[in-house]
C-alpha cells in the first residue's frame, strides 16, 4: 500500500486490505478516514469491514464517501472536523489517494490557509493530479462556463456561444450560414439569432471558433467577424485542408496559408476566456483539420463523438481517416470523466428531440460505437458504414466557402456571386 505523507497530522494512501489496520496502529496512525463510497469495485471491502479492523486494531474511523464530481462542502467540513478533533495522525484513503488529497486541499483552500493557483503544483509535489479540486473550486465561484446551443434543423448542427458569467467574454464557436441548395439563396436568420442572444445575455463575442472546415454547411465566421470585429480561429491544419480542395475545385491561385483566419491553433496551444482557460486538442479523422477546443470543464468535439445514441462521425471525406479518429476519441475521453462534451451535429435518431450534451463519463459507457469496442472493431465498423454513406448534400457548396474561412466568392461584374463545382471529383455517387 503506498502511504503519501502530506502533513505531519496527515497521510493520504490508496485502498487498504482490513489486515492491513493492525500494521497502521503499529505505524503510529491513531485514525482513518476512508472517502470512499462502497461498491466501486468488486475487491473493495467496504465501510463495515474497515470500521470493524479498525475496532479491531484500536484505531478510530470515520467514513466520508465522495465522488470527485459530487463533493460538497459538508463533506469538507466534515473531513476537516475529523482531522482537527483527532489529535493523534490521519490516514485518508480513497482508490488512488486523489480523493482523500483532494477534500483535505479543498478545506484548506476554503478556510484560506491555501491559494487555489498553488493546489496543482501542491498535488504535483506529492505525485497527485489536483485537477480536479481546481474544477470543484472554479464550480463554486461561478467560473464555469455557460453553454448556450443553438440548433439548426436543416444540417443538424449545433452552434455554440460559450460565455464567462463574470466577465461576460464569450466565444461563438461554428455559427451556419444559412443556405437554400434549391434557390440558391443564402440568409443570416441563424447568426443574426446567435448576435441576439449575445446581446440579450450582455456578452462580449472575443473570439469566433471553427471545429474543422465544414462539409456539410457553410461557415458564418465571415459573416460575424465583420459583425463584432471578434478574431476568426480554426486549426492549422486548415492549410492542408486547403491545398487538398484547392486541387479539386482547381483554384491556382487561392492562397492555401491559412491567412483567412486571424489565429490558427496548434496542438496544446492555450487561450483564455474572460477568467476561463482554453485549450486546443488536436482530434484529426472527421477531417485532417478537425480540433477540439476545451474551455473550462466544457470540451466542444464537433464530429467526433455524436451523442452517445448515435456513436461518432463519418472518416471518409478526403483526408480523413478511421484510426485517426479512434485516437481523436481516446484522447477525449482521457478528459476528466465529469467533463461535458457539446457535439457538432445531432441527426435526431428514431425521430428523439435533438440533443448535443454528454460527459466523458457517459459516452465511455454508452456511445454505441465506442463502449466496449476495440481499435480494429471499430476502424472496421466505421469504414464499413462509411461505404455506404453518400456525400453531404452541401459538400461541394460549402468547402470552397469554408476553406476561405466563410468568405462567399466575390461577386462578378454583373454583381451576382458564383461557386463553382468539379464533376466527378467525389465518390459516393448511389449508383
Ligand atoms: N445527410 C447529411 C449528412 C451530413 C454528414 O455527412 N455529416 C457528417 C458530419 S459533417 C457525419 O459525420 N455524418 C455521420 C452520419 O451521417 O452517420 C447531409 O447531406 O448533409
Ligand atoms: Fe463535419
Not at 482513518?32 to 475496532?55: F, H, L
Not at 466496449?372 to 470552397?400: C, N, W, Y
Request: aromatic fraction near 8%.
Amino acid at each position: 500500500m503506498r502511504i503519501v505523507e502530506i502533513t505531519d497530522k496527515l497521510s493520504v494512501a490508496e485502498q487498504p486490505e482490513p489486515a492491513d489496520f493492525g500494521e497502521l496502529a503499529t505505524r503510529g496512525f491513531a485514525a482513518v478516514v476512508n472517502v470512499r463510497p462502497d461498491g466501486e469495485d468488486i475487491r473493495q471491502p467496504g465501510n463495515e469491514a474497515e470500521a470493524a479492523a479498525a475496532r479491531a486494531a484500536g484505531v478510530r474511523y470515520a467514513f466520508v464517501p465522495v465522488t470527485g464530481a459530487t463533493i460538497t462542502r459538508a463533506d469538507i467540513g466534515a473531513f476537516q472536523r475529523f482531522l482537527t478533533e483527532e489529535d493523534g495522525s490521519v490516514l485518508a484513503h480513497c482508490k488512488s489517494g486523489t480523493r482523500a488529497l483532494t477534500l483535505y486541499v479543498l478545506g484548506e483552500v476554503l478556510a484560506g490557509r491555501m491559494k487555489r493557483q498553488d493546489v496543482v503544483d501542491f498535488g504535483n509535489g506529492f505525485g497527485f493530479d489536483l485537477s480536479g479540486a481546481v474544477r470543484w473550486l472554479e464550480r463554486e465561484e461561478g467560473r464555469l462556463p455557460v453553454v448556450k446551443g443553438f440548433y439548426e434543423t436543416r444540417t443538424g448542427s449545433i452552434q455554440y456561444v460559450v460565455s464567462d458569467p463574470v466577465t461576460k467574454a464569450c466565444a461563438i464557436i461554428d455559427p451556419v450560414l444559412d443556405f437554400d441548395e434549391k434557390s440558391g439563396a443564402t440568409a443570416t436568420v441563424h447568426a443574426d439569432a446567435i448576435l441576439a442572444y449575445v446581446r440579450a445575455e450582455g456578452l462580449r463575442v472575443e473570439w469566433i471558433f471553427d471545429t474543422h472546415p465544414h462539409a456539410d454547411h457553410l461557415s458564418a465566421a465571415a459573416y460575424l467577424k465583420a459583425k463584432t470585429g471578434a478574431p476568426t480561429a480554426i486549426g492549422s491544419h486548415a492549410k492542408d485542408v486547403q491545398a487538398l480542395w484547392k486541387g479539386i475545385y482547381n483554384l491556382p491561385e487561392f492562397p492555401a496559408d491559412g491567412s483567412q483566419w486571424d489565429r490558427l491553433f496548434e496542438d496544446g496551444d492555450t487561450f483564455k476566456l474572460g477568467g476561463i482557460d482554453g485549450r486546443i486538442l488536436f482530434s484529426p479523422g472527421h477531417t485532417l483539420a478537425s480540433i477540439t477546443y476545451v474551455i473550462g470543464d466544457a470540451a466542444f468535439v464537433h464530429d467526433t463523438l455524436f451523442m452517445p445514441d448515435s456513436g461518432t462521425a463519418r472518416a471518409d471525406f478526403p483526408g480523413g481517416d478511421a484510426r485517426s479518429l479512434w485516437a481523436s476519441i481516446q484522447r477525449i475521453l482521457a478528459l476528466p470523466e465529469e467533463t461535458r462534451l457539446f457535439t457538432g451535429h445531432d441527426y435526431r435518431p428514431h425521430g428523439r428531440n435533438a440533443k448535443w450534451e454528454s460527459t466523458v463519463g457517459e459516452q465511455m459507457r454508452t456511445n454505441l460505437h465506442i463502449a466496449g469496442v476495440d481499435e480494429e472493431t471499430f476502424v472496421k465498423l466505421r469504414e464499413a458504414r462509411d461505404r455506404t454513406l453518400p456525400m453531404p448534400k452541401l459538400i461541394l457548396h460549402a468547402l470552397q466557402v469554408n476553406m476561405n474561412g466563410g468568405r462567399l466568392p466575390e461577386p462578378e461584374i454583373n454583381g451576382k456571386r458564383y461557386l463553382k463545382f468539379p464533376l466527378d471529383a467525389l465518390e459516393g455517387a448511389p449508383w
